[in-house]
T-cell receptor
Framework: KAGVTQTPRYLIKTRGQQVTLSCSPI?????VSWYQQTPGQGLQFLFE???????NKGNFPGRFSGRQFSNSRSEMNVSTLELGDSALYLC???????????FGQGTRLTVV | AQTVTQSQPEMSVQEAETVTLSCTYDTSESDYYLFWYKQPPSRQMILVIR??????QNATENRFSVNFQKAAKSFSLKISDSQLGDAAMYFCAYRSALSSGYSTLTFGKGTMLLVSP
């Protein structure tokens, strides 16, 4: 069974640009969550989606948005990139709410 | 809001020895899950062990076991017979178990485990 797949693995963007990250969950998993990991702030929750509905959102500015498609694949978008958005973005999928989460390998975003 | 605290930024252990990583949490909920995740240099988060709060028995997975003290809100991870491959950042995480609850994980800051030959 394939694991959680995140694309791309690495990304370099310029300040002011926008970026879209993709996450394909494990087959059959309907819950997808996104986390931002930085050395200073650690792991911070961004969003959670379940059956195409955003169920929860972390404390991030409106420049961060996401969505989930009918096949459970999810995308997150960051507009008007800032240097501080440089981070490892991790996606996790779960079979249903309150079960264990399985993580992808992450997308390393560097903003220059 | 729930918080998770890992007070040990770094721990060291020799191969074949035992090490314990500490984690405390704060919550007003009575039903929840606790997890330990491992993040090696590859950066992929790997689930090590899971504990349901309603279970009194401590979870065990091979060389990994937990000491879950619900009243004290403490959840430590014991690694026995440490191996070089255990070297990684370890994160303690909390998740609500409410039926209408979310899948959101709250993480601690992590403990870097160094394993020496």
């Amino acid at each position: 069974k394939a694991g959680v797949t995140q694309t791309p693995r690495y990304l370099i963007k310029t300040r002011g640009q926008q970026v879209t990250l993709s996450c394909s969950p494990i087959s059959g998993h309907r819950s997808v969550s996104w986390y931002q990991q930085t050395p200073g702030q650690g792991l911070q929750f961004l969003f959670e989606y379940f059956s195409e509905t955003q169920r929860n959102k972390g404390n991030f500015p409106g420049r961060f948005s996401g969505r989930q498609f009918s096949n459970s694949r999810s995308e997150m978008n960051v507009s008007t990139l800032e240097l501080g958005d440089s981070a490892l973005y991790l996606c996790a999928s779960s079979l249903a709410a309150a079960t264990e989460a399985f993580f992808g390998q992450g997308t390393r975003l560097t903003v220059v | 809001a729930q918080t998770v605290t890992q007070s040990q930024p770094e721990m060291s252990v020799q191969e074949a020895e035992t090490v314990t990583l500490s984690c405390t949490y704060d919550t007003s909920e009575s039903d929840y899950y606790l997890f330990w995740y491992k993040q090696p240099p590859s950066r992929q988060m790997i689930l090590v062990i899971r504990q349901e709060a309603y279970k009194q028995q401590n979870a065990t997975e091979n060389r990994f076991s937990v000491n879950f003290q619900k009243a004290a809100k403490s959840f430590s991870l014991k690694i026995s017979d440490s191996q070089l491959g255990d070297a990684a950042m370890y994160f303690c995480a909390y998740r609500s178990a409410l039926s209408s609850g979310y899948s959101t994980l709250t993480f601690g800051k992590g403990t870097m485990l160094l394993v020496s030959p």
